[in-house]
């Protein structure tokens, strides 16, 4: 019989590229901390850490090439998390 | 009559546990955005009471080692036994290293009496000490993490050395990755909303 799945294999190069945008990111947002946008900080730091998030969900944790289950159940678990942080926030913002 | 492994099974297995992890550290972020809300001028003010610095090394510390486990997955599947073994080895020193820096960094705040129940954090502004409580909660459960992570990583590491972990059988290997990944995802909102705060 036949291997039902082959894995998909990530060469060095791939991978190291994705730690340089990583680094690259984390320097970016060091740097941003230093400039003043008022509202804008939070806003901006929490953008850059989901960018770098998902450059390691998609390429180290291989999310990119997994199969249907594992992708839409993560993507309800985001939802999920959002719903719990989103509204538990807006009842403080607006009470 | 062989039995197939169901390698998708075990990976689905192990990101059902992740994501009761990320729902574990959301909480913590719940109640760290309430917080933040109602203590918005404290939470910058402890936030540079934060070395920035340590808080930078490690996160490249943790990125790296990610690196560095991702291609020791990809070392074992074309067979590089020995590149993965040193890739493997490299990681846990990183993750020694965050440990050291975490240790010096607590050491430190202790020192100048910031810690749960500390005279300065009872008396002083209630948002302090909230902010300091959320800071010890939330990144001493990400050091336990980091622990357990390297523990996994060293079950495995002594599994390719007996040949247990192979090319053709890598899921622990695998799932002990992903954890340490998350470890690494965590890390990566824990320090801009503790450190970089303004």
Request: hydrophobic share 55%; proline share 2%; with cysteine.
């Amino acid at each position: 019989m036949e291997k039902a799945e082959k894995p998909h294999v990530l060469g060095y190069g791939q991978l190291a590229l994705v730690l340089g945008l990583l680094l690259i990111l984390t320097g970016l947002t060091v740097a941003v901390s230093y400039v003043h946008l008022g509202f804008w900080n939070v806003p901006v730091a929490l953008s850059i850490a989901s960018l770098k998030a998902s450059l390691v969900l998609l390429f180290f944790m291989h999310l990119k090439y997994e199969g249907r289950v594992i992708r839409y159940s993560f993507i309800s678990t985001v939802l999920f998390l959002a719903v719990m942080i989103g509204f538990t926030f807006w009842d403080v913002a607006f009470r | 009559m062989t039995s197939k492994i169901d390698t998708t099974g075990i990976r689905i297995g192990m990101w059902l546990f992740l994501y009761s992890e990320i729902i574990l550290f959301g909480g913590l972020f719940v109640l760290y955005a309430v917080y933040f809300h109602n203590h918005a001028q404290y939470f910058a003010e402890g936030g540079k009471e934060l070395n920035r610095v340590i808080g930078a090394l490690n996160t490249i510390v943790l990125l790296v080692s990610s690196f560095t486990v991702a291609a020791s997955i990809t070392a074992i599947q074309r067979e590089k036994k020995g590149q993965a073994i040193g890739l493997l080895l490299f990681s846990l020193f990183c993750g020694v290293i965050f440990l050291v820096n975490k240790y010096f960094e607590w050491g430190a705040k202790i020192h100048h009496d910031i810690y749960p129940n500390s005279a300065t954090l009872q008396d002083g502004a209630p948002g302090l000490n909230i902010f300091f409580g959320l800071y010890y909660v939330i990144t001493g459960l990400h050091g336990l993490h980091v622990i357990i992570g390297m523990v996994l990583l060293s079950i495995s590491l002594a599994m390719i050395l007996r040949n247990r972990i192979t090319a053709a059988r890598f899921s622990m290997l695998e799932n002990s990755g992903l954890y340490w990944h998350l470890v690494d995802l965590i890390w990566i909102f824990v320090f801009p909303l503790f450190y970089l705060v303004l």
